[in-house]
Each structure stands twice: as C-alpha cells, then as structure tokens.
C-alpha cells in the first residue's frame, strides 16, 4: 500500500471518530444488552470492546515512546507500507463476512464481569490515539518502527497505526452483529 503520509493520517482519524460514534452509540443501550452473548463461547458487546482496552493498554504507550524517540521531519512523503505490517492490517479489516481469530489469551475477556466504564475506558484510549496521530504528523511512518504483541515482529509505525484502527473497526462490527442478533432472537 502506497499513499501520502498526510492522507494516511487523514484516513485513521476518519476511522477513529467513526468507531467513537459508534461507542457513543453503545453508551445508550442498557448493560443486560450490553453483556448479552449470542453463545458461550461468543463474546458481548461490552467483551468486544474490552479486548480492545487490552490490546490499548500495549499499543498506546508503544506508539507514544517510538513518536518521542523519533526524529522530527518536515513536510509530507509517500507513505509505503511493510509486507509483514500490510498484510497483517489487510487481515484485519472488517469484511462481510468475518473470519474467526484466535486471541491471546490474556487479550481474551471472555467470562469478564463488565460494565459501562469499559466504555469509557475505550474512549479514553480512542482520544489518545487521536492526540498521537497528530503527533505522527511530524515523523517518518516508514523508519519509524514499533514493537507488537507478535514476539519478534516489528511494523513500520504507519503499518502499526493501520492494524490497530482497523483491528478496532473490526470489532465494533461484530458488536453491532450481536446487537443485531440479539434483537432478532429476542423479538
């Protein structure tokens, strides 16, 4: 994937604010719904939206050293993205129809007792990610590289940026496919 580092920056914090709206969205609706699994081994909306803090609570402060630590840069270049760190972005797009992932299991929040802060909590952790793609503005996505869950598997950090926001609109699909199920199966 080739395109412009400005426009790059542009396109995450579009997907950014929508996956907000989509939270704001979630606030409204009641915790049973909120908690509500179509299957045991399903995750709720809530549980969805937990494993993402996880992931959060890794990649935020990773994102935020390699941005301090890197040298500043002016002025816009092509943004090219890494085989590795594009393929796995790519995988997480949302797609019609979704293919199952394993997790990690600590990133796995199956069986959580949750609430509403876990909301709250997401959305903390998206008006961070807005702050940090304002900084990334003015370093290079390409030499800068940043660690990732993977052991031993570096991303460019344009490429890491891609696979945690797409990651995150992966996920609100499929807690918008529970509150869809839900409400189909118990009209």
């Known amino acids: 994937m080739k395109q ?26 009641p915790e049973a719904t909120l908690n509500w699994r179509a299957a045991a081994e399903s995750w709720s909306i809530l549980e969805n939206i937990e494993h993402l803090n996880l992931y959060g609570d890794f990649y935020l402060p ?16 092509t943004f090219k993205s890494g085989v590795f760190g594009n ?12 293919n199952s992932m394993k997790t990690f299991k600590d990133k796995n929040p199956l069986g959580s007792q949750l609430d509403k802060s876990v909301l709250d ?48 609109q992966r996920h609100i699909v499929q807690a918008q496919k529970v509150l869809e199920t839900m409400r189909v199966n118990t009209q």
């Open 87 to 98: 393929y796995f972005a790519e995988a997480m797009l949302p797609k019609e129809k979704l």
């Open 121 to 168: 909590r997401f959305v903390q952790q998206e008006k961070t990610m807005l702050d940090i793609l304002q900084q990334a503005r003015q370093i290079d996505l390409v030499k800068t590289k940043s660690a990732t869950t993977l052991p031993v598997i570096k991303f460019r950090l344009g490429d890491t940026f891609r696979f945690v926001i797409y990651h995150h």
């Open 62 to 77: 990773e994102m935020q050293r390699r941005i301090q630590a890197a040298p500043k840069r002016q002025g816009d270049y």
């Open 4 to 29: 412009s580092a400005s426009a790059l920056i542009e396109d995450l914090i579009t997907r950014t604010k929508e996956v907000l709206n989509a939270i704001e969205e979630f606030k409204m609706l």
